[in-house]
């Protein structure tokens, strides 16, 4: 096991691109949309598509604060109404529904990576684990289709909270629900500024790049796969 884990108490996991990744490369355009949307995207300029992004993520951002999954859905089907409209998609009301309902039920637009079921198993025995992830009240049905739900003895989630990361709220949330103090925690996630709202509370961060994209340069210990940590 990794010497930073021996002195620690308690170890938070992200869960996207540190526990799985989407089906579809893209975690808000799935399969679902692709197969619906997708030969109209071709005719999108990059430019385009990155604005209908943001500000479809604007607009996630501020009604975030959430409960159920009916909820969730009916937030999906405005983002991809936001979307459809900006970029001229054309999409029926019964396919932005049948996208957005997709986005929320449907389990198999998440990929879990080879080795951590094994590795998250493996340190449940040793440790307890949470979660702290900015995500949606689907998200328990991810962590249960992926069969690790079980593993995790506590959880803080952005939507319970109506913020996202690195607000200090989501780490402190953490740390209250585990009981420990910051310097007995460690947190793995795939975003630096993540870990930077982590370790100004003295929580020992942890940079995870899996995904290519988070493989930067930083002052945290680095992986590239959960293994390396047992």
Partial sequence: MQKIL??????FFDVGYTIDYPASGDWMFTKRFYEIAGECLKQCAETQIIKARETG???LEKEHHILTEEEEAEQF????????????LNLTE???????RDRTYNMDNYIIYPDARN???????????????DTWPSIENQLRAL??????SFATYSFSLGVFKPDRLMYLDALQKCGCEAKDTVFIDDSPICLA?????GITPVLIAANPSSDVDTPYMKIRSL???I
């Fill in 227 to 229: 293994s390396e940590l």
């Fill in 57 to 59: 993520a604007e607009y």
């Fill in 94 to 100: 019964d396919e932005i529904t049948s996208i957005a």
């Fill in 197 to 201: 709202g982590a370790a100004e509370l």
């Fill in 6 to 11: 021996l002195d620690k108490s308690v170890i």
């Fill in 77 to 88: 089907y405005q983002y991809y109404r936001i979307i459809s409209e900006l970029l001229k």
């Fill in 147 to 152: 069969d690790v739900l079980q593993f995790f």
């Fill in 119 to 133: 590795v998250i198993k493996t340190l449940s025995m040793t440790h307890r684990l949470g979660i702290i992830s």
